[in-house]
């Protein structure tokens, strides 16, 4: 079985400039939840998705947004970026929520200058 | 609302040795607890959860945790500690008061000494 698949692995981008990255769930997990970690602000939770509906939401700016298609495919983007956005962004999926086991990607290390 | 807190942000011990990572964790409701591994520029992968089944909890690459209500600890041991258990590992618990479910702990980075 496939795990969770996040492209790209790494970005570059400028300052001002708007990002999207893309989280492959494992084959039949509805649900997807995305997290930004920082060494000082370490893991924190951005968003989760289920079926296509967001479900829970962090304490982020509205720059911060996503969405989830009906394949359980599920997309972030990040608009107008700031040097504070540089950042390693995790997804994970899991069945049916994160009540019990979440399953995580190798991560979007993003880079913005 | 639930947390956890990892007392000690980075351990050194020997290879062979004894690997002790310390959580506790904070929950008025029996908590669903989880260590995670994470190896440099990778994503976490789970240790072991704890769900209420069994107070000692054995894991992947030998890793074993023992919940303990009164002390509310869930520490994470390893009798002898190889080289390739380096990475951080990071202590959770699910929230059902919050928006994030899954509430993470700092991270406690584990190192090997020859």
């Known amino acids: 079985k496939a795990g969770v698949t996040q492209t790209p692995r790494y970005l570059i981008k400028t300052r001002g400039q708007q990002v999207t990255l893309s989280c492959s769930p494992i084959?039949?997990?509805?649900?997807v939840s995305w997290y930004q970690q920082t060494p000082g602000q370490g893991l924190q939770f951005l968003f989760e998705?289920?079926?296509?509906?967001?479900?829970n939401k962090g304490n982020f700016p509205g720059r911060f947004s996503g969405r989830q298609f009906s394949n359980s495919r599920s997309e972030m983007n990040v608009s107008t970026l700031e040097l504070g956005d540089s950042a390693l962004y995790l997804c994970?999926?899991?069945?049916?929520?994160?009540?019990?086991?979440?399953?995580f990607g190798q991560g979007t290390r993003l880079t913005v200058v | 609302a639930q947390s956890v807190t990892q007392l000690g942000s980075h351990v050194s011990v020997s290879e062979g040795a004894l690997v002790l990572l310390r959580c506790n964790y904070s929950?008025?409701?029996?908590?669903?607890l989880f260590w995670y591994v994470q190896y440099p520029n990778q994503g976490l992968q789970l240790l072991l959860k704890?769900?209420?089944?069994?107070?000692l909890v054995k894991g992947i690459n030998g890793f074993e945790a023992e919940f303990k209500k009164s002390e509310t600890s869930f520490h994470l041991t390893k009798p002898s500690a190889h080289m390739s258990d380096a990475a951080e590992y990071f202590c959770a618990v699910i929230s059902y008061s919050s928006a994030s479910k899954i509430i993470f702990g700092s991270g406690t980075r584990l190192s090997i000494r020859p």
């Open positions: 994970a999926s899991s069945p049916q929520g994160q009540d019990t086991e979440a399953f």
């Open positions: 704890y769900t209420s089944a069994a107070t």
């Open positions: 084959s039949g997990h509805r649900s």
């Open positions: 929950s008025s409701v029996p908590p669903y």
């Open positions: 998705y289920f079926s296509e509906t967001q479900r």
